[in-house]
């Protein structure tokens, strides 16, 4: 059945799409096409999500659109119950043609709200992203509308006002906060284009009795399955931090700060996972909201939300067929991610953990919060960076894991390094491998769960090479080429064989 959604067809509402198949998910409410395409409703002018539980339309009255810039673009507005700015992105890797790649790519930045921080209604433009790509802007317009439907403008339009949609149903955040936070320069623009695209005005959207000033706002997250759960918890539970992180009765919560520009929120937020529905039920705390499209896209890459296991598990099953709903961790913060990667070179998880409390202790931000076990923000950048060496030999860390903390600190406090999944990968991966102490070990890691890379691979790792059976960096590389462009999803699997539970990922 699943093959058959994917089948052409003669007249497709959108290339690629057989509108039939389609129609058979949106009936079945599968969720594992959530996000995968969108569904116009002519009779009615508005476009949901496949697993959206309203009266089912007649087919006749269906269009269906691959993303929701092409629907919004074409007249529909997002469905208010199954709220299409919920469902998990579609993928942003493919093995295909070059310029699919690149419009995939030019997508994926604009997907990315930490780069939505600049106070430019115009950008992330098609210029500013043509440079980063490499190509012309005219050449990444012309193949963005080829594989999109839309401009990268109009694309880039329909994130925000998802973004700030989904603030006003969820917060009760004022109008010129929402627009700001979904990344609009004046609440004026924000009101034309909201008007202009939705018919409604912004206010007639905010939700009776919805959440309340001071409450905690609480979000519901999809994804596709299948998805472990348990694994994922596993992972994090046990590299948990005190003050930090905290498990309790399948639930994880923790403490993080957001800086967009010059503003920056610190909170808490608590997550757990309602399998049934193929969800996250995700609670994060008021003052947190005006970031929270960054803490909601900062969420779903943590947790690998947004995965496609269709093609991952197409390309990787017959080599690794236990591991079909294992995902890749990633992190809320790329900077801490990275620390922590440095921290647990060459040693245990548990050392690491160690190593990594004592961090948090001498130098994380005290906070209070209503969780029990979380009162402390992980060190800031500006801290570890100004540290001596004294008190970091204090907490036993060694002179050449000093001196490589102390690196990624000053570059990422001073803007030459930013870890996150919009980050430029080969360009990151050049920067980090230039600093004292980080390998490529190190910088394939973070690639993988910060840059969030699904094709990184740390070649060298002696237990990768034990679970593909081979002895050099070499070999290794030359057995993964078959598992592109889904490497990291395979590194993985290949941990896990050694141990069918933890650990999934070494530290």
Known sequence: MAGAYHCPMSKPSTPGLEGDACYLAMRTHDARF??????????TGIYCRPVCRVK???????????????????GFRPCLRCRPELAPRAASWSTEDASRILALQAARLIDEPDAWTDGDDSGPGAAQIAARLGVSDRHLRRIFETQFGVSPLQYLQTRRLLAAKQLIADTQLPMTQVALASGFASVRRFNAAFVAHYKLNPSALRRAGGHREGQPIEVRLGFRPPYDAGAMLGFFERRALAGVEAMSDGTLARTLCIVQGTRSYAGWLQLRFDTEREQVLLSVSDSLAAALPVVISRVRAMLDLDADPIAINAALHASFPEGDGLRVPGTLDGFELAIRAVLGQQITVAAARTLGQRLVAAFGEAIETPVAGLTRLFPTPAAIASASGDALGQLGIVRQRQAALQAIAREVADGRLTLHAGADVPATLAALQALPGIGDWTAQYIAMRALRWPDAFPAGDVALQKALGVTTARAATEASQAWR??????????????SPRPPLVKT
Do not use: K, M
């Not at 959530?34 to 009779?43: N, Q």
């Not at 269906?64 to 074409?74: D, M, T, V, Y």
């Not at 462009?485 to 050694?498: D, F, H, K, M, S």
């Open 56 to 74: 089912l339309p007649r087919r006749e009255n269906c269009i269906f659109f691959r993303h929701a810039a092409q629907a919004e673009a074409s």
């Open 485 to 498: 462009p889904w490497r990291g999803y395979a590194v993985l699997r290949a941990w896990n064989t050694l």
């Open 34 to 43: 959530d996000g995968t395409f969108f569904t116009a409703v002519t009779s």
